[in-house]
């Protein structure tokens, strides 16, 4: 018979931090109104580690996705885990895997920030031995604020003793639900560094957001839902090449009255007689054979730019404007 050993038995991770197969969400109906499909079958993967954005119209069904996870709206049908938990046959290690910052400031304001994250991380059941609260305080800036009334706070400082409440009992998976909503570019910033940390430290963050930017800024893959289905879910780089439409921007030597022949079968605008706009699409034309076709022409640059489809472009193009477009777009 081998010797005991003390060694402990390693804990296997879960390959994703969030798996939903098949998730519906159905609203019965109330009064004339008739059953709300807010969610059609929602499948999708959010790797363990990953800064996982989540895009979609007013009404699209981000909220209900996010309230079923953490526990507050039931599913109709399919599965929801977390961390590898099930959120209806383990409820309470799913919602012990997750912190949620939702939209709603939701705080007592004659809480000092130190009393509600000592009496957060009590709910949790977290020994005041392992209780990061000084720690938390640090993260976010608001150490100098620790002992004053949540009333007297900004709404910056707000925002971000929510993120230190959902981290108290350190979970694994961080949902943020629009939480620079109403914060001002440089606390934006702070957010976004705090936000980055905690992902480099092994913490999944899942990112919901109307700041296109903010998407295209902090994450690493990006889904986009509409009409309660999922219409893109990519890396973003990938996401990112799906619009085929790029713009060359010229100064010019001397004033134009109209576009070169030499650039028929471009798109060509003139904004300004000595400014030019040349629309190509990159998959089928290269900038230097615009560049050719004017310097054929006779036409001198001064100085050229190039412009390139973002984010917005291609989430308008998915969405169709938040009513048109639902087809199905996923990652090869």
């Given at each position: 018979m081998?010797a005991?050993t003390?060694?402990?038995?390693?804990v296997?991770?879960p390959?994703n931090?969030v798996?939903?197969r098949g998730?519906?969400?159905?609203?019965q109906?109330t009064g004339?109104?008739?059953?709300?499909?807010a969610l059609?079958?929602?499948?999708l993967a959010?790797?363990r580690?990953s800064?996982?954005g989540?895009?979609?119209p007013?009404?699209a069904?981000?909220s209900?996705m996010?309230n079923?996870l953490a526990g507050l709206?039931?599913k109709t049908?399919?599965?929801?885990?977390i961390?590898g938990?099930?959120?209806s046959?383990?409820?309470?290690?799913a919602?012990?895997s997750?912190?949620?910052?939702?939209?709603?400031?939701n705080?007592?304001?004659?809480?000092?920030?130190?009393e509600?994250?000592?009496?957060?991380?009590?709910?949790?059941?977290?020994p005041?031995k392992?209780r990061?609260t000084?720690e938390l305080?640090?993260?976010?800036?608001l150490?100098d604020?620790?002992?004053?009334h949540?009333r007297?706070l900004?709404g910056?400082?707000?925002?971000?003793?929510?993120?230190a409440?959902?981290?108290?009992?350190t979970?694994?998976?961080?949902?943020l639900?629009?939480?620079?909503?109403?914060?001002d570019?440089?606390?934006?910033?702070?957010?976004w560094?705090?936000?980055?940390?905690l992902n480099k430290?092994?913490?999944?963050?899942?990112?919901t957001?109307?700041y296109?930017?903010?998407a295209?800024e902090?994450?690493?893959?990006i889904?986009i839902?509409n009409?309660g289905?999922?219409v893109?879910?990519?890396?973003?780089?990938?996401l990112?090449?799906?619009?085929d439409?790029?713009?060359l921007?010229?100064?010019?030597?001397r004033?134009l009255?109209?576009a070169?022949?030499?650039?028929e079968g471009?798109?060509?605008e003139?904004?300004?007689?000595?400014?030019?706009?040349?629309?190509y699409q990159p998959?089928?034309?290269r900038?230097?054979a615009i560049?050719?076709a004017l310097?054929?022409?006779g036409?001198?640059?001064?100085d050229v730019?190039?412009?390139?489809?973002?984010?917005?472009?291609?989430?308008?193009?998915?969405t169709?404007?938040?009513?048109?477009?639902?087809g199905?777009?996923h990652?090869?």
């Amino acid at each position: 018979m081998a010797a005991p050993t003390d060694t402990p038995t390693p804990v296997s991770l879960p390959a994703n931090a969030v798996e939903l197969r098949g998730l519906t969400k159905i609203y019965q109906p109330t009064g004339k109104a008739g059953p709300k499909h807010a969610l059609k079958g929602i499948d999708l993967a959010i790797p363990r580690g990953s800064l996982f954005g989540l895009l979609g119209p007013n009404g699209a069904g981000k909220s209900t996705m996010i309230n079923i996870l953490a526990g507050l709206v039931n599913k109709t049908g399919g599965t929801a885990s977390i961390w590898g938990h099930e959120v209806s046959e383990r409820p309470r290690r799913a919602r012990a895997s997750i912190g949620v910052v939702p939209q709603e400031l939701n705080m007592d304001p004659f809480f000092t920030p130190r009393e509600m994250l000592e009496l957060q991380a009590g709910l949790y059941g977290v020994p005041k031995k392992e209780r990061r609260t000084e720690e938390l305080l640090d993260a976010v800036g608001l150490s100098d604020k620790a002992d004053a009334h949540a009333r007297s706070l900004s709404g910056g400082m707000k925002r971000r003793l929510m993120v230190a409440k959902a981290m108290v009992h350190t979970p694994p998976v961080l949902i943020l639900d629009e939480p620079t909503a109403g914060v001002d570019v440089e606390l934006r910033r702070q957010l976004w560094d705090y936000v980055r940390t905690l992902n480099k430290s092994g913490t999944t963050v899942l990112l919901t957001t109307h700041y296109l930017q903010e998407a295209e800024e902090l994450c690493d893959t990006i889904a986009i839902i509409n009409h309660g289905q999922v219409v893109a879910c990519e890396p973003k780089t990938t996401l990112l090449r799906r619009v085929d439409n790029k713009a060359l921007c010229l100064t010019l030597e001397r004033d134009l009255s109209a576009a070169p022949s030499s650039l028929e079968g471009y798109t060509v605008e003139l904004p300004e007689p000595r400014r030019m706009v040349v629309r190509y699409q990159p998959s089928r034309q290269r900038a230097g054979a615009i560049l050719s076709a004017l310097a054929a022409s006779g036409i001198g640059i001064i100085d050229v730019t190039t412009e390139e489809s973002d984010l917005e472009d291609i989430f308008l193009q998915l969405t169709g404007g938040a009513h048109g477009n639902t087809g199905v777009i996923h990652a090869a």
